[in-house]
């Protein structure tokens, strides 16, 4: 069947190219079959959907494809008994609720793994096929960053999704453990983003321990395995807080699954002293909480910052006290304890900056946030080696 794939790649020219322009305009098709991007540029006959050119590329991987600018008769009629809305029900069926659809920006990884389960290991018509909700996972293969340098090792993972739990073991004899997060303090707050170094994609998975947050790195050489991890993690969320919020709905508890950072990126950071000078740091948005880290895969932060909201007195602002002298493009995030002044290179990088933190201190706090800010209490940071407020 997969091998079967063949692509059409439609152009003005005749009357039954005429034809697929026009199914264009039916519900469903006018976006793209697996991310919805509106760059429609391909169909699939057989298959019956239209796509873009990223995931056209995908299908190519797993199929022979012939492209073509005509269309015939029988590839039009294969296209008019289906569609993205017919194929959506017939690969899509019993898609979990927890697992990440991807859009057009996401990382090519998701993208990829999304196409190859629905189409080629068909995991959303036989759920026997899905690994991440039978409960519980174990892998010895994934390879874990190690804390204070950039060498990677292989750790025993195991998750039990029923407890919250996941356990990372060392190879050594005994099987040491690790880490491990539970789920009232450590899966609480798990995102998970996708990291591309040379010849590597990792996947950070994020959480608090005794008051400081804590990045691990995974990788793995198969894709398919890594994300099975990824929405494994994200299953154990979800029961996580059907437990806690059991009289929610999943579509409330959804959001709160894992998910990307808001925004991270390179900028300059100053202390709160006039000869304080600026130091280069990776700056992560996440949720409500603002790290700053000498190297993006740093395992813990430099220093955290809870945002609030506007009505405790936060706020984002261009410029700098008279205190602070200013280098480049600056911009404060005022808190109560204490005026944050960062600095980028241009008005395009400042202007995202504060639109994000802007839109986060607009947000009114929910229940998750409240945890979030108690769990970063500097009173429970015991164990870090990092000071909540270090420059």
Known sequence: FIKTIVFVYYTMCDRNHKQIIALLDQPGNQFCADCGSKDLQYGSYNLGVFLC???????????????????????????????????????????????????????????????????ERLEFIHVDKQKYNTGSMEDNLLVKKRRDDSNYAPKRFVLSQENGVLSIYSNEVGLKRTENINSTSKIEHLPCTSKNEPGRTLCNFTFIEEGVT??????????????????????????TLRRAYPTASEAELLPYLTKDFEMEGWVSKTGPHENDAYRKRWVTIDGRK??????????????????????????????????????????????????????????SERNKWMSVIGRVIATPLGTQDFQCRALLDPSKSRASRHSWFHF
């Open 53 to 119: 050119t990223t995931c056209a590329t995908f299908h190519q991987k797993i199929g022979t494809h012939v492209s073509k600018v005509k269309w015939n008769d029988d590839q039009v009629e294969g296209m008019k008994s289906l569609g993205n809305s017919e194929a959506k029900k017939k690969y899509e069926k019993h898609c979990p609720i927890f697992y990440r659809k991807p859009s057009p920006d996401d990382p090519v990884i998701l993208l990829e793994q999304w196409i190859r389960a629905k189409y």
């Open 214 to 239: 804590r990045h691990v790195f995974v990788t793995h050489e198969n894709g398919e395995v890594l994300i099975d991890w990824y929405m494994a993690i994200r299953y154990a969320k979800l029961l």
């Open 290 to 347: 603002l790290m700053y880290h000498l190297n993006p895969l740093d395992e813990m932060p430099r220093g955290e910052i809870f945002i609030g909201h506007s009505s405790e007195g936060y706020n984002i602002r261009e410029g700098a006290s008279n205190l602070t002298k200013e280098m480049g493009l600056v911009f404060s995030l005022v808190t109560p304890e204490r005026t944050f002044v960062f600095s980028v290179a241009t008005s």
